[in-house]
């Protein structure tokens, strides 16, 4: 996260940057008003950072998402769990990206996967 020298973020764990540049403005002010005191910085210009999404892909538009699942007998791990990730990333791969005006298609590069701390064995 990009936060400026508040005392939030210590500054021996990383770079610090002054505005963000990855998350958009409405995604970054959830963000901050609820993990950072308000206090990170967004660059405006992430907002022309667009994907045209599949009309019947599980998600339809930018933001923070919710999808209830069912598990079985899993405590650490969950295969239901991957094949959900691994069915959305299919979905979005290829999918039309206009980044501040220039347009691709998402690669496997463009997004990152995180696990819970607990469950690396």
């Known amino acids: 996260m990009i936060v400026p020298s508040f005392g939030i973020a210590q500054t021996d764990l990383g770079n610090i940057l002054k505005a963000t540049t990855t998350k958009r403005s409405h995604f970054n002010n959830f963000i901050s008003s609820n993990f950072y005191e308000e206090r990170l910085i967004c660059d405006e210009s992430n907002d022309q950072r667009l994907i045209k999404f599949d009309k019947k892909s599980k998600i339809k538009d930018s933001g923070i998402h919710f999808i209830e699942m069912n598990h079985s007998l899993n405590v650490q791990t969950s295969i239901e769990e991957f094949e959900v990730v691994r069915d959305l990333l299919k979905d979005m791969i290829g999918l039309e990206f206009d980044d501040k005006g220039k347009t691709r298609k998402l ?7 995180n696990q819970d701390y607990y469950c690396v064995k």
């Open 107 to 113: 690669t496997i590069d463009d997004f990152i996967l």
